[in-house]
């Protein structure tokens, strides 16, 4: 009998030319975007760009809002949220895809700049989960502002260019490294050892730390800052290569922060293709997931309240509080956040039967959280078969999953924060192999149904 057990498929298997070539020039456009946006602020610069060249405006420019009216609102420069005006009334909720624009990488400390055994270093302070080992002897490249005291932003990104030098962080030669190679994973790399080969040539100018006035002057003479402009500065290290096709079939992407900007690009190209939808669509993109959604500018801040009330009173011509509460809870939302890929080389961490697999279609997780489901916003069965019906409905290849094996480990979204706002919410994304690494690997048929289906989604 046709669809009595479940099945999985691999979205290429029996694949047209046509929809294979649709798919990957899809993911060219993403590509090159991970390319040039590498942090949140780069991203959210990016995503002004496209939603301004698709018409949309600042919130801000409007005094009233119809329907297929399209805004967008920026949250410090770190995170940005997008609507489309639906036909119907706001109070009947919004369709909201939800997504974060920070990935883990290196930032540096406050005061960074140091010289010990002839070299010049950048302390760091490591940002989300990373595994520190993977950012030892890679090319790293520098991105971020500073902001002077008298509040001129200037940015900086030094390694992306072709003609930029890179940083790195010298790992332990193996002739050296008995010793360290009988500690624990966990003990054997220090977060306070990972110090950054900023420079070598000493400057005469100085009596003293001949090395370090070496680097500030190239800094001052580059940027115009001081040693202690660092202070009010926000920079990070991250991966100076670009992002690949990975595979002799160039089936899949290898690339840094993957985890969440795959989600976070198609969601915004799907908010930009919605037109006029029934229902409202918003694309909201957050900043500091990687360290639980903390701070003004993530997912348990005010922001995304605030900015509904103000399109909610745009689009009313009398507004009471009311208005945003039928509206938060008419609401559903796929918070967009990638999960972990079945990796056959640790096969002892995954549930085969609850686990995903690279090109296997969009990723449903209808809970993270660890052990006992602790911290998961477990989603409801009437919502998830709603959403699972839309997407079968419009051709989006899905699949479900769990992050891996019961007790050995876990892991959350925004999700959960969503959901206290009293809305409807389900985790939908891309599986990743080796996420949170330098490297991640992505298929480009799982980035295309992201597409899809958040398309499906506002447009449902
Ligand atoms: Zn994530």
Known sequence: MDGLLYERKNGFDGISAKDKSEIFDFCAEYSHAITVAKTEREFSDM????????????????????????????????GIVAFVIGGEPIE???????AHIDSPRLDLKPNPLYEDGGMAYFKTHYYGGIRKYQWLSIPLSLHGVVVKRDGTQITVSIGEDKNDPVFCIADLLPHLAQLQA????????????????????PCEDADKDKLKYGVMKLLNEKYGICEAD????????????????????RSMIAAYGQDDRV???????????????????????????????????GMQSRFFENTLAKVCSLCKE?????????CLSHSSCLSADVGAAYDSNYAEVYEKNNACYVNGGLLLTKYTGARGKSAASDANAEFMAKI??????????WQ?????????????????????????????????????????????????MAYKGYNAFFNN
């Open 47 to 78: 995503s002004v760009s496209l939603l301004e060249k698709a018409g949309f405006v600042e919130l801000s420019c409007k005094n009233q809002l119809k329907p297929g009216d399209r805004v967008y609102s920026v949250n410090r420069g770190k």
């Open 318 to 326: 009398t507004y009471n509080d009311l208005v945003l509460r039928e």
């Open 182 to 201: 009988e500690k624990k994973l966990s003990a054997a790399f220090e977060g306070e050892k990972l110090n950054v080969i900023v420079g070598n040539i």
């Open 400 to 448: 479900c999953a769990e992050l891996g094996k019961i007790d050995v480990g876990g892991g959350g979204t925004i999700a959960c924060y969503v959901a206290n706002l009293d809305i409807e919410v389900l985790d939908a994304g891309v599986p990743l192999q080796a996420m949170h690494s330098p490297y991640e690997v992505a298929g480009k048929f799982d980035i295309y």
């Open 263 to 297: 989600c976070a690009y198609t969601a915004l190209r799907a908010v930009i293709d919605a037109k006029t939808p029934v229902k409202t669509a918003v694309c909201l993109l957050v900043d500091k997931e990687e360290i639980g959604s903390e701070g003004n500018t």
């Open 388 to 397: 699972c019906g839309m997407f079968d409905k419009a051709g989006v290849l």
């Open 230 to 249: 660092f202070i009010t500065s926000e920079l990070e290290l991250v991966p100076a290569f670009p992002a690949k096709d990975l595979g002799l079939d």
């Open 92 to 98: 009947n909720g919004c369709n909201i895809v939800g």
